[in-house]
């Protein structure tokens, strides 16, 4: 167990732990973003247009083919979701063969054993994994979209790369290792420290959270501080360095067979070649990682949709109540568009996000964090229609459905093993939080002075008249005119009217959250309800235009599934027009402030008198160290999970 009194030293004051985020935050947009844009009022069509539509299976790599067909057989013969959620273990056999295939180094590079995948090819499988197995997504994705791979491949030396890539490939796990008990969504304030030794190496102290394959990894990439100078650096630790202390091994709702681990460091010596890019910049090399790295879950969340989309489509056809199928009754004729044109659209953003990735020559970081925030809010929508339309039989387990000869289709592991993705890697508050701040990034370069209190009235008059006026002078105005009618985007036909809508609100929302400068001042930023909704009307209108242009491109191609596609695309539009209409309105006409004011009463316990006649929570159990509290014994060596160290 590490040194909790060598941790106390480093304290962290929340005005600190906001700087360092600030300064972790990439500023620089070398290049171009299609929300960034949005946010200031441009609609950047040509950002999206032509659409990249991904290879058919007939125009991918015969490599990539091969991998592919080789993958789903691995997964149809081989891998048994409802045993591995049963008995919470991944079964050596599947892991083995997963290494054999290479699946372990899909993303990284040839030259250093590895697959060379692109993002769409590697994002394929992973959407081929989100409609079969979440444990097995979770294993392959926390290795290689966020594991050591990543960011070695991003920022790390070439002899870093040459001494961990390898072995990465090979199939030795890797895990992420940001998470602690006191700093979840808030990661600036991690307390595991690195300090210098007079050597040159650095002595790693402090304890890890829910470090997804942690009981299993071999090498970990790790966020920790300097006590002294208290900035935070990435490196690289094998897992069998002494000092190194699987604690506890979580468990969870549902992602049964997750090897997730606490993990202690007591003294660990890290080589200083170990550490990733630059001291310093371990929180940016994290939040980096993430960007590009996040892209998994909503290309997972695409094809749990459509397996879900499935069940229920044959489901409603199949039941009949009342004397006709389910899904001829309009409630659950209304869930079953509902989830066609949102599996659609998710497909549309994932699939865009993805090309852009490949493609270099865009800054997908919000695109990423829009793509991970919709697809987990409509994946987990889905999944629960998918509940209700199955009804009792999606509540129960596909062990029981079997047992009573019924087709056993698992609705609740899917929504069990779903759940936890509105949560990790950048939970849905902070997905909002991280694209509001970019919202107003340009507002707070061009104005920022006028609610700086480090400014003196002086500096902030100078500011007025040399950045603010001309720049609002020319910008404001030209926010109100522009042209999104006839025949601006006639060649989309009759999909054209949401494109339009799509160009008239872009402007509208940049001139809303300008207003909302205006009303609200330096107060904007505690004002999440209004900065959410922007960030969702943002995120409606990069899904409506992805969903217009990829039906479109569809339909250029020539694909059989054009007109089927422009279907979807309309009937999502159209129900996207009104949810933007409605959270445009509700930016001003709402309760926002009342339900603050009560939310704080019921904080200060003055509703506690709502909470009579139930059962008291259990006490949390007292810390006894060296045991953490709520720790079960570790499991006994021949019970431990394949590889645990
Ligand atoms: C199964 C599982 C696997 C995981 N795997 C990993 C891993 O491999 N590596 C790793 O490092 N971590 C991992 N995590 C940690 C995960 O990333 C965190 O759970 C997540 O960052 C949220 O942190 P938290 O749970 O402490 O929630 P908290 O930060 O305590 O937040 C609680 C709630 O408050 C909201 N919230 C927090 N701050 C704000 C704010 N400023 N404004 C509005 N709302 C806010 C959050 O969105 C959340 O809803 C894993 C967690 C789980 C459960």
Redesign the pocket.
Known sequence: MADRERLGKVKVSEAEAMEVAEASREKEWARPSFLREMFLGEFRLDLLHPYPLPPTDEEERPEFRAFYNAFRELLRDEVDPVEIDHTGEYPEHVVDGLRKLGAFGMKIPKEYGGLGFTQIEYQKIMGLLGSYDGNLSALLS?HQS?GVPQPLKLFGSDALKKKYLPRCAAGDIS?????EAQ????PARLLTSAERTDDGDYLLNGE???????TIAKLLVVMARDPESKKISAFVVETDWPGVRVEHR?H?MG?RA?A?AVISFEDVRVPAENLIGEEGKGLKIALTTLNDGRLSIPNGSVGLAKAALEVCRKWSAERVQWGKPIGKHEAIAHKLADMAAYTYAMEAIADLTTAMSDSHSFDIRLEAAACKEWNTFRGWQIVDEAMQIRGGRGYETERSLEARGEQPIGVERMMRDYR?NK????????MH?FMAREAVDKHLEIAGSIIDPKKSGQEKMVDFFQKMLPFYAAWYPTRWVGWGRYPRFAEFGALAGHLGFCERSTRKLAREIFHGMVVHGPKLQNK?AFLFRVVDVANELFAMAASVTRAHALAEARRPEAAKAAELADLFCRMGRRRVRQLLRDLWSNDDSRKYRVAQRVLEGKHSWLETNIMPQPPARAMKPPAMAGVEPEPAPQERPVGTH
Do not use: R
């Open positions: 926390a966020i895990a992420f290792a940001l998470t700093v979840g969504s808030d890890k959270l829910w470090c997804t394959n942690g979580c969870f992602l997750l997730n936890i949560i990790f890697e950048g939970s849905t508050e902070i939080l999440q």
